[in-house]
């Protein structure tokens, strides 16, 4: 699989990185692994200097989705108590 990320970046997700580096080397382009994909039970692990950060896909699939609902619901909480109250 390929994602474009900039001008003149690429991220590949290959079965093969040998040959993709290869490939690279051999056209003169510039390629290094970055990460490795895992199954999904493993969660995401980032080395960050001396130290890792890990999270389960569960927790960053619930705060992707469910960043912007909750901002909502937060914003909105005062809103609605007051109007409540109001009447």
């Known amino acids: 699989v390929l994602?474009?990320?900039?001008?003149g970046r690429v991220?590949?997700?290959?079965?093969?990185?040998e040959r993709v580096l290869e490939t690279a080397a051999?056209?003169?382009v510039p390629a290094?692994?970055?990460?490795?994909?895992?199954?999904?039970?493993s969660g995401l692990a980032l080395?960050?200097?001396?130290g890792t950060w890990t999270a389960s896909l569960a927790t960053l699939a619930d705060a992707y989705h469910g960043a912007i609902p909750r901002?909502?619901?937060r914003a909105a909480s005062p809103a609605i108590t007051a109007a409540?109250?109001?009447h």
Do not use: W
């Not at 991220?11 to 990185?17: C, F, I, K, L």
């Not at 290094?32 to 039970?41: C, K, N, S, W, Y």
């Not at 080395?47 to 001396?50: I, P, V």
């Open 47 to 50: 080395r960050l200097g001396e």
């Open 32 to 41: 290094r692994v970055i990460g490795t994909v895992r199954p999904p039970e």
């Open 11 to 17: 991220v590949v997700s290959t079965p093969s990185p």
């Open 3 to 7: 994602f474009g990320e900039a001008h």
């Open 71 to 73: 901002l909502m619901d």
């Open 26 to 28: 051999a056209h003169g």
């Open 84 to 86: 409540a109250t109001s």
